[in-house]
């Protein structure tokens, strides 16, 4: 009778532990069907990407933000109340932008991998932005959503809309 319980136990872990090696063999793997990303290794490679675009701002050149756009990019900037719709409006965008030596930190992010192609990172940031004629700096909270496609192999932002979180009422 004891020799039997001990089987079933050892049968319960065996098939846990198999249990528990699917579900974390599938994480961050592409549905075969779909080519949808599942898991957080889609996520952390979309959540990457605001990175990759908070330190083109860092090196203060437009052209290097810019070159982070698809060409047919929309951008619906957080200082501007014009929509830019190509490289040269959105490199004309961030001349001015960068002035203000912006830095960015995301506070809340949600992602979505659409496919293997195309993503949606929605969330909150906040940028500590310096006055180029008194140098103090202050924080902006906004809102953001970037959309991602991948062109040739490369993530570029397709569509970029920001505005400054409203003060509540």
Known sequence: MMRNSRIRAVLAAALAAAALGTVAAGVGVADE???????????????????????????????????????????????????????????????HFLQKKPRGEKVRSVI????????????????????????ATKAVDARYTYEYEKRDGRWLIVNHHSSVVPAEG
């Open 112 to 135: 979505h991998v659409l496919d293997q192609n195309s993503a949606i990172d929605a969330g909150l940031y906040r940028f500590h932005l310096t006055d180029p004629k008194t140098g």
């Open 33 to 95: 069907k779909s080519g949808k990303q599942h898991g957080r290794a889609g996520e952390r490679e979309i959540a990457a990407l605001f990175d990759q675009w908070n330190a083109a701002l860092r090196t203060g050149d437009p052209e290097k933000v810019a070159d982070r756009y698809a060409e047919d990019a929309v951008l619906l900037p957080t200082a501007s109340p014009r929509i830019r719709t190509n490289h040269e409006e959105i490199a004309d965008y961030f001349a």
